[in-house]
């Protein structure tokens, strides 16, 4: 599957990853050739567990790295290398990550830290009334009427910061949003306001929107069209709610059913005879060396058989909309029968 | 963990070469005729052209920086313009007093320094105290406090020597000197690292497994500390055996800091360069000890990240 | 209490003393406790018990007390804060025993698992030893005997090639083998009480689903009752027999964990298993349910009941008095029976 299947007709996605990898300095293979596409308008969550490369892709998309081989682009146009080349491209990113302790800095105050972006840009109100008054919107429009502008991040719960956080992605008018868990570190009862502020500004504004977290259910909530990864690589990808009825990658099978039951009826997973615990013991680390010829969660795959250990899958694309990596993949209904 | 020793090696190498270079450099900024130096009832020209062209004085730079960098991996520090002697043998026992002392003032820091810290954290009522002390300490001139402690001790209660050398007797006051000029550092370490230790989820982990005070004090928190203070004890070894001039002139210790500021007075250049180059080396070898020790004390350094 | 299909004799409850006599009465009773911080209130007048082999999940969010709950009951808060009530454990009295009357039997009372495995082990020493420290403290154990414990330990939650584990150093191992060794080390000695703070909330969904059938093994074997706090519905669904939810340190319903899903009786226990419902089912792009509002900072809590500024269905009664925990009433086809809530409405929900 290329980048162009899912762009929309005529208009280049807003962010594509061609083939890209990303090998860091002491070896390490984050991202392994991997394709992706956000369509001008639309949403694309990105999810996997710890070791999938998936922040690494934020971090490319944010132009805080370069990829070490294909090609990454913006609108249809290579990434520009650069701090001064980037800042046109960044003033269209707006972005929310998932420490609300980390990416606020405690020694500015409230309305610095959200007017920042108009500075870093050259927009009007960095300084001066003009700001405090956008500043004054955005903070309302965030969940935050009234807030005192000079207060300091201290002041606020982690809910709040985030909410600081999306008024900051959003000042400079931006036409991405990108978010890499931005409620992971939140209580339960705080994320879901949290996502449905990062929805309503996504629908108000326009904005396509790349949602990285290694939530499954909530990537469903939140974005289109899914990827799966894992190992630095992308498994499968697909709209959301197929991904989950009837995957095709068994390791998205897997992730479906690592979550916890929603009734005591249903319990599996601490009932050991039950699941059979097929999955395999050890977390999912990326691969530490290089690109090897096999599938990457051959290791821990139930299905897995010896092409699988030998030769990398080939993306496959089933349609237009669904696409995967595997010699053995799920058929409908979760079965688990062979296909091919 | 030799991956990352090497690296430490070559940089300290770089800084050594560093140093020399420098201190070569900086020769030609130092006021003065050598050739007067060495001779100064001289009124000949033509023996101050003599004993210039002997010293290689003529040559061009590259030349002379070449004839002392050969020298130097020789062995060969020059000879001193004022005693005309070899700075090898000067500064050879020199050296030794000042290690004496250096290693005699370390253990006084770390000992005072650390009991300091070690009472703070674990006497709250003493905190203030202990604080106020660290205050006053680094506030005083090191050679305000030598000499206090000289006018104290030597002339007042007369239980320590007032004349120089380096004798047993003599070593006292200097390195208690240097003992409590240093200790406010390391009570500031200990105390952190303790605090931050005492604080930490492993140590309530050591209590929920109900281990003894001591018990957890000895075996999980006392490493944490270590790591910290085996640097700045690296870093004070390094710096004091480069010459603790002060303490050395007040005490007239004579160790390589008191040869040092004797030869800056007499502009004996080659005893200068020497000491600056012992210097320079003593710092970089203690920095890689320290290195060393704290990969031991802490696994998590053995690799470079 | 002895341990099935565990290795080495060594580890039989002879040795632990304490632990070779039957449990006298609940693995814990909790009973009016109070936590405060200066002048903050962490947990009010809690009252809990979990019955040996029993896992009761203490649900709660930042701020609602539930760390304060478990660890002041056992002891290991820091001094700041002050502790009262009455705390037994296998029907021993901890709550009255001095500090070093109860260091000395407290590993074989109860096992503390924490919620952040890299910070809780001990970073400059090797994982064998901090497990072996267990064994050689209290069980009297020489080196050797408690470095064979340890590697039994590990093995015994299921780490591969154990003997090898035990020589690495924290991190050197995944957050997965690393919750492993925490749990090693809260079960060394068979304690009958077993806290665990939310162990699983840092970990990957896999690395989580590994490790709760560790633990659902592991209950199967041993009859310790466990504490688990979590603020997740789903671990709660998968673990717990019993639940207990808090809200601004105060408990707010408690009862058999079908009857809280099945029928909650505080509307904030309605409200989380109704946004982890539509976080799960919900369409794409649709809002998700949420309650408004956000938790009261400690130290912050409105007059009456502390959930009312966020409840849909408050009168004025809620703002006058603060509801205590009562039984609520029957529901079809269960006996309700311990089903508690400290709503004025409850019963009122389905």
Redo the contacts between chains.
């Keep these: 599957m290329t980048a162009q299947t899912i762009a929309q007709v005529g208009a280049p996605p807003v962010i594509a990853f061609d083939q890209v990898s990303k090998r860091y300095r002491g070896g390490r293979l984050a991202l392994d050739d991997i394709t992706l596409a956000l369509p001008a308008g639309g949403s694309l969550g990105l999810v996997g567990e710890s070791g999938s490369g998936k922040t690494t892709c934020v971090r490319l998309a944010l132009g805080l790295e370069r990829p070490t081989a294909g090609r990454l682009t913006f609108n249809g146009a290579a990434y520009p290398s650069g701090r001064s080349g980037l800042r046109p491209l960044r003033r269209q990113i707006g972005f929310v990550l998932q420490d609300p302790y980390d990416s606020l800095d405690a020694r500015m105050t409230v309305r610095d830290i959200v007017a920042e972006p108009l500075r870093i840009h050259r927009l009007p109100g960095g300084r001066g009334r003009r700001g405090d008054e956008l500043v004054a919107e955005l903070l309302g429009a965030v969940g935050l009427p009234g807030a005192d502008l000079r207060s300091y991040p201290s002041r606020y719960s982690g809910g709040g910061r985030q909410r600081i956080a999306i008024a900051r992605a959003l000042i400079a008018a931006p036409t991405v949003l990108v978010c890499d868990e931005p409620t992971s570190s939140l209580d339960v009862s705080v994320q879901s306001q949290i996502i449905n502020l990062l929805l309503d500004a996504r629908r108000e504004r326009d904005l396509s929107m790349l949602f990285v977290s290694h939530d499954l259910d909530l990537i469903g909530r939140v974005a289109d069209t899914v990827a799966v990864m894992y190992g630095g690589r992308v498994l499968e990808i697909g709209p959301a709610d197929l991904i989950r009825r009837s995957p095709r990658h068994p390791y998205t099978r897997a992730l479906h059913e690592a979550v916890p039951a929603d009734h005591p009826r249903h319990r599996r997973l601490a009932d050991r005879n039950a699941a059979g615990g097929q999955y395999g013991s050890g977390s999912p680390q990326a691969p530490a060396t290089d690109a090897r010829d096999s599938c990457v969660f051959a290791d821990r795959c139930p299905r897995a058989q010896d092409r699988c250990r030998v030769e990398r899958p080939p993306v496959i694309a089933e349609d237009s909309l669904r696409s995967y990596a595997c010699f053995f993949p799920l058929s409908d209904g979760l079965t688990g029968q062979q296909r091919g | 963990m030799a991956r990352a020793l090497t690296r430490r090696l070559i940089f300290g190498l770089i800084a050594v070469i560093g140093v020399i270079t420098l201190a070569f450099v900086l020769e030609f900024v130092v006021p003065g005729d050598p050739a007067k130096a060495i001779a100064p009832r001289a009124n000949s020209s033509a023996v101050l052209a003599n004993i210039r062209a002997q010293l290689h004085l003529n040559q061009p730079l590259i030349v002379q920086f070449a004839d002392y960098f050969g020298n130097l991996l020789r062995g060969n520090l020059g000879t001193s313009y004022v005693q005309h002697q070899s700075v090898t043998s000067l500064i050879g026992p020199r050296l030794l007093t000042t290690g004496v002392l250096a290693l005699a003032g370390v253990i006084a820091e770390v000992l005072i320094g650390g009991a300091l810290g070690i009472l703070a954290t674990l006497y709250g009522r003493v905190r203030a105290l202990v604080g106020a002390i660290n205050l006053t300490l680094l506030a005083v001139p090191i050679f305000v406090l030598g000499l206090l402690l000289l006018l104290v001790f030597g002339f007042r209660l007369g239980i320590a020597p007032v004349t120089g050398g380096a004798g047993a007797a003599q070593l006292a006051l200097p390195a208690l000197t240097l003992g409590l000029i240093g200790a406010p550092w390391y009570a500031q370490i200990v105390a952190d690292q303790m605090q931050d230790s005492l ?4 140590v ?9 005070d001591s ?1 957890i004090l000895r ?2 928190v006392l ?2 500390v270590l ?1 910290p203070a085996v640097t700045m004890i690296g870093l004070d070894l390094g710096s004091y055996l480069s010459g603790v001039v002060t303490v050395e002139v007040v005490f007239v210790w004579p160790g390589i800091g008191l040869l040092a500021v004797n030869a800056l007075h007499d502009l004996d250049r080659p005893i200068v360069m020497g000491t600056v180059i012992v210097g320079a080396v003593a710092v970089v070898f203690f920095n890689l000890v320290a290195d060393v020790a704290r990969m031991f ?4 350094t053995r690799e470079e990240v | 209490m002895t341990r099935e299909g565990s290795g080495g004799s060594s580890l039989t409850a002879s040795t632990t003393g304490l632990a070779g006599e039957p449990p006298r009465g609940p693995a814990l009773e909790i009973s009016g406790l109070n936590v405060r911080y200066g002048s903050v209130r962490a947990v009010v007048d809690a009252s809990l018990k979990v019955e040996a082999g029993q896992v009761v999940a203490l649900i709660g969010e930042t701020g609602s007390g539930k760390t304060s709950l478990a660890l002041g009951a ?1 002891r ?1 808060l ?1 001094r700041s804060a002050a502790v009262s009530g009455l705390v037994t454990i296998a029907g021993r009295d901890v709550s009255g025993m001095s500090a070093i009357e109860f ?6 009372l ?3 698992i ?1 919620q ?1 495995a890299m ?7 090797p994982v064998g030893r901090q497990v072996g ?2 064994f050689a ?2 069980a009297g154990m020489d080196r050797r005997q408690a470095a064979e414990a340890a590697v039994a330990a590990l093995a015994q939650v299921e780490i591969r090639r154990p003997d090898a584990v035990a020589r690495l ?1 924290p ?1 050197q191992l995944s957050g997965g083998m690393r919750q492993r060794v ?1 749990i090693a ?1 809260a079960i060394a000695l068979s304690p009958p009480l077993i806290v665990a703070d939310e162990p699983t909330t840092a970990l990957d969904v896999s690395t989580q689903a590994e490790i709760l059938g560790l633990v659902g093994d592991l209950r199967a074997r041993m009859r310790s009752g466990i504490l688990w706090i979590t603020h997740d519905m789903g671990v709660v669904a998968e673990l717990a027999d019993w639940a207990a939810v808090m809200y601004a340190g105060q408990i707010v319903e408690t009862g058999q964990v079908e009857q809280i899903f099945d029928a909650p009786a505080h509307p904030y226990t309605l409200g989380l298993l109704q946004t982890r419902r539509d976080l799960r089912s919900g369409p794409v792009g649709a809002p998700l349910f949420q309650i408004r509002g956000s938790p009261p900072a400690p130290g912050e809590e409105p007059a009456g009941c502390p959930f009312r500024p966020r409840c849909p269905r408050a009168t004025q009664v809620c703002a006058d008095v603060n509801p205590a925990l009562e039984p609520v009433g029957t529901t079809a086809g269960w006996p309700g029976a311990g089903h508690r809530a400290a709503c004025h409405h409850s019963g009122t929900w389905s």
């Design positions: 604080a930490s989820s492993y309530r982990t050591a209590v929920s497994k109900g281990l003894s018990y075996r999980h490493r944490n790591s004390i802490d696994p998590r | 056992a290991l820091p260091r000395a039997i407290r590993a074989q109860v096992g503390c924490a952040d910070a809780a082990l001990n970073p400059v020493v420290e267990v403290v209290h150093y991190h925490m080390m």
